[in-house]
């Protein structure tokens, strides 16, 4: 019985098989220090599908609240967890003390307040915005232009913010429900 083997093709399977390897190797260390970095294993995802405790509507001076057993309670869940699911972007532009308070009493703001049970995290390439208990979401007023939300630790701002693509449709289902009407 001859058998002859091609040693071409052994010579090119080795060079296939190592530049695999070295391709796999360099995509686990980049993910492995982006895990270090966020310290989220997950931070490549980018879903959010939280549902929050409680939602609190800084409507011009008036506090409303969405009941969890409201139509509007889901509605409103479904909207925010699209735009932060969606493309977002990091800034370093903190909530003040004086901007915060100013969110919960202005009479010429309307401002979203999500509050959930537990420490929350927003899967990012950041490592921000985990360990959360609250956002913020400006959509009249003081930053409501660009698109921004704040997250609050324990009732506190924390550090940075993020920009989604749009809070539009989540400031047209408030209006239009008449859930906040503008005085």
Not at 88 to 108: A, C, G, P
Not at 116 to 124: F, L
């Amino acid at each position: 019985m001859d058998y002859s083997s091609n040693k071409a093709a052994g010579k090119t399977a080795s060079v296939l098989n190592f530049l695999v390897t070295i391709t796999l190797s360099i995509l686990f260390f980049i993910y492995l220090t982006m895990t270090v970095y966020t310290k989220d294993a997950l931070w490549f995802s980018p879903t959010f599908d939280s549902i929050p405790d409680q939602i609190n509507i800084r409507c011009y001076g008036q506090d409303v609240s969405v009941g969890r057993d409201t139509p509007h309670f889901l509605a409103i869940t479904k909207l925010v967890n699209e735009q932060i699911s969606g493309d977002k972007r990091w800034d370093e532009l903190n909530l003040t003390d004086q901007t915060h308070q100013d969110y919960v009493t202005s009479e010429t703001m309307l401002v979203l307040e999500m509050k959930y049970g537990g420490p929350q995290r927003i899967h990012s390439q950041s490592p921000f915005f985990s360990g959360f208990t609250a956002i913020l979401i400006p959509l009249d007023g003081r930053y409501a232009d660009v698109n921004i939300m704040f997250a609050l630790i324990r009732g506190r701002p924390s550090g940075g913010s993020f920009h989604v693509e749009s809070f539009s449709a989540l400031k047209a289902y408030i209006v239009d429900n008449a859930i906040c009407v503008k005085a």
